[in-house]
């Protein structure tokens, strides 16, 4: 005998009563009290917590991340997740879990191709995805406008503006979702399209417009023109290191590049498995020519990070595909492990619970008990991502609120949006909070960039500029 229908449909009644679980929650918790920032007395060492994470990564390329951190406070807090999930887990928590994107900074927010070839907006990195409170994100994310909108020149109160902007967003479109069924609220997705009609005048929708079609443009197609070169009438990609360095070349890194080779043909076996059997009927039409380690984004610089060129049986079309190493969450040493023992895994699983609109070829590979663990996607599927350096205060304002939404989206999805709204209310107060916080919280990323810097001119630390 099957469960009975009303344990699987959350009713009216079960609505309302995590509505008031929220309100409740205000009392152990008010929403004023986000405001607060304040370093722990055990706070460990900024530069200590990045040098830990060094590590495990390509020794020749450490340098590289530390030079991608060093060129501003916003890239530095962009490469600096680990150090704000410990602040974060020593503040108090409003207890209500959410899949967190587990660093949801403003810049990895962006547009890419759905599965229906349609260009969405929605959160794009998951790195450190795990269940956890769900105001972390928000913090991560406030505090990053504050930062960014600094480090463009427009100053401290338009970050503090942005931030509000942002969570204000967060707190409305959370209302919104507690008010929608379950379905309508899993189907629901921002199409680029929507965010072009926002523009608020005709030129600003030519300037959208145009830079949707250049990520559309960004395909593999393109990616074979700027990557590969022709050799002896063999295709292969190029050769421009350290930024991109083929298989045939990484014995300079320290890398044996057959072994690496042979190792991503082994994990494509594995990848394939996890994948659903339309697109493992796909994949079979393509054979790998070429492998290479790619340098991408600032946090992730070190990662065994790798580029798959395939070409298809039949015409040649090519594919590339991008496997990117899996490690620990940054969240994890604060929350529990997750309910995935292999971190692709808890990467892939996390995404697909939280956007609205998954890569088609998402999977993971390697074994979750020994060795380096994967998880694949494809690249630079109309990718594009906003140049928030040269926006101004109307259009970061405009930028903040579609990443309040989407933020709020992915959590609405995962978590209980009854009980987030309950516990945010209709009133300015969380998103008033988090302007402050916002603020506190970028001057002490002041403080550990500086310390970052300083380790850097005195050695204590490798950077190399490119």
Known sequence: MGPNVGELVMTQTDSRESKQRGRELRQQLPRSLHADWRPAADRLDPVQVITAQDAPRIQQLVPVRHARMSESAFTFYRGSAAIMAGDLASQPSSG????????????????????????????????????????????RLAASFVVAAENSGLGTSVGRQTAETATRAYVESM?????????????????????????????????????????????????????????????????????????RELAHYGVDGDELREMAEGNLTQYVDTLPA???????????????????????????????????????EPLFLQIKEAGESVLQPYLSAGRYR??????????????????????????????????????????????????????????????????????????????????LGKGRKFSQAMGEFGVRYARQNDADYQAF????????IESQEL
């Not at 810097?453 to 204590?460: D, F, N, Y």
Request: overall charge positive; hydrophobic content about 40%.
């Open 453 to 460: 810097l300083a380790a850097i001119e005195s050695g204590r």
């Open 278 to 316: 339309n697109i493992r009927s796909v994949l079979s039409h393509f054979r790998i020519v070429d492998i290479a380690l790619k340098v991408v984004g600032v946090g992730s610089v070190g990662t065994r990070c790798l580029i798959v060129l395939l070409t298809g049986r039949r015409r040649g």
């Open 175 to 247: 209302s919104r979702f507690s008010g929608m069924t379950i379905l309508d609220l899993w189907y629901e997705q921002l199409k680029l399209q929507q965010l072009q009609h926002l523009a608020p005048s005709k030129s600003e929708r030519k300037k959208m417009k145009k830079r949707a079609a250049k990520a559309r443009r960004n395909n593999s197609d393109r990616a074979l023109h700027k990557l590969t070169e022709q050799l002896d009438g063999k295709l292969q990609i190029r050769s421009d290191p350290p930024l991109l360095v083929p298989s």
């Open 342 to 423: 292999h971190a692709g895994r808890r990467v892939v699983e996390g995404r697909r619970m939280i956007q609205a609109s998954g890569d088609i070829f998402l999977g993971w590979s390697g074994s979750a008990n020994a060795g380096p663990q994967f998880y694949w996607r494809q690249f630079r599927d109309m990718k594009g991502s906003a140049d928030v350096a040269v926006m101004d205060v109307q259009q970061l304002l405009r930028y903040a609120k579609v990443c309040g939404w989407t933020l709020a989206h992915g959590h609405a999805r995962s978590g209980d949006p009854d009980a987030i709204s309950g516990y």
């Open 96 to 139: 209500e879990s959410v899949q967190l994107c587990g660093d949801a900074h403003l810049s990895n927010f962006g547009i890419f191709a759905s599965a229906e070839r349609s260009q969405v907006f929605d959160v794009n990195d998951f790195d450190e995805t795990l269940p956890g409170p769900w105001e972390w994100d928000v913090k």
